[in-house]
């Protein structure tokens, strides 16, 4: 036999292997994937995984949601992460559970940036600097620039809520005060319903809030939309200019995709890849999305672990300088 056709053998030999190996024979089985999701039924994160599910099914078979919340989403991705790495049992990753909260507790029962791999990024939500519009109006406060210079000339005198210490919302004030040079004193809430609820009653100053949450108060009126923290300005909210345009390369915001166990094959990761990028890049699926002010983000699994490993890092400064621990 010649030396070409041992290497064609070769070849087909070990791509033969790679899709009989236990992973590819599991995920060919026809028994239903398990995506387990972090947090409690009914979020966003829950209602574009369902999204999602539904239209991988001729693609991937059935997709079964499996809702593990607690201990700010440790408990989903800790179930992820010891999953049998078949292809069976994928997960969401989100800023909290893969960026924030391997340096906000103190114990972690998963490595974030070993125990995973990779399948896609799902969606992208700018977080937004918002104050009760009837406080910015009796301050005269219309943009950034008038609340960075109103805490300067009344220094210890404004206060922001989030929905608790370490928080999406605590963080992102936390970046805020330090680039802009201003001191505001934190209010944690239970959640970011009541923070929000404080803003609107004018227990606090100014918020710093998802989007999708706090659009309907904004459209309303009863909030002013200063910036959005994105990089660039949201199209969701026209004429509200993003943070970087004050602060360069100012970006924060809120994301989430699939992740597999570690070991997982692959062939069996690109599958899963194919199947949820064709899903995400669906016409309705961006119609579906925009209604929860949500912009789908496809990306290529090593994408998407560049850009984990790339957040991981930013938060890493970001809850230091907080001085936010779990116990």
């Known amino acids: 036999m010649n030396r070409r056709n041992i290497l064609l053998l070769a070849g087909a030999a070990a791509t033969a292997a790679a899709f009989s190996s236990p ?15 972090p947090y409690a039924p009914g979020g966003p994160i829950d209602v574009t995984a369902r999204a999602l599910a539904e239209r991988v099914r001729e693609s991937l078979g059935t997709v079964i949601i499996d809702n ?6 440790n408990i989903g991705a800790d179930a992820i992460a010891k999953a049998a790495p078949d292809g069976l049992t994928i997960g969401i990753a989100a800023t909290a559970t893969h960026a924030v909260n391997p340096w906000l507790y103190a114990k972690m029962p998963y490595d974030a940036g070993k125990d995973f791999a990779g399948i896609t990024q799902m969606v992208r939500v700018p977080n937004v600097l918002v104050m009760n519009a009837a406080k910015a109006e009796q301050l005269k406060i219309h943009t950034v620039a ?4 109103y805490a300067k000339a009344n220094p210890a005198k404004l206060n922001y809520g989030s929905g608790g210490n370490g928080s999406a919302g605590h963080l992102a004030g936390e970046m805020f005060k330090q680039r802009a040079g201003i001191f505001a004193l934190h209010i944690p809430y239970r959640g970011a319903n009541p923070a929000q609820l404080a803003l609107l009653a004018g227990e606090v100053d100014f918020n710093i809030d998802n989007l999708a949450a706090a659009a309907p108060n904004i459209r309303a009126g009863k ?7 994105s990089l660039d300005a949201s199209p969701s ?3 509200v200019p993003p943070l970087s345009a004050t602060f360069k390369g100012f970006s924060i915001d809120t994301w989430w995709g699939l992740v597999a166990p570690a070991a997982t094959p ?15 890049n669906a016409p309705e699926t961006k119609t579906r999305f925009a209604a929860l002010l949500a ?3 496809a990306s290529t699994p090593a994408q ?20 936010a621990k779990v116990d």
């Open 223 to 229: 909030l002013k939309a200063l910036a959005v923290t």
């Open 23 to 37: 992973a590819a024979l599991a995920q060919e089985s026809g028994q239903p994937i398990r995506l387990i999701v």
């Open 295 to 297: 912009e789908p983000v």
């Open 304 to 323: 998407f672990d560049s850009f984990m490993a790339a957040e991981r890092a930013k938060y890493q400064q970001v809850v230091k300088a907080s001085g």
């Open 68 to 73: 593990k919340g607690g201990a700010g989403g």
């Open 146 to 149: 008038d609340l960075i210079a």
């Open 266 to 280: 692959k062939p069996v990761i690109e599958k899963l890849n194919k199947a949820f990028v064709a899903a995400l």
């Open 237 to 239: 909210l026209p004429g």
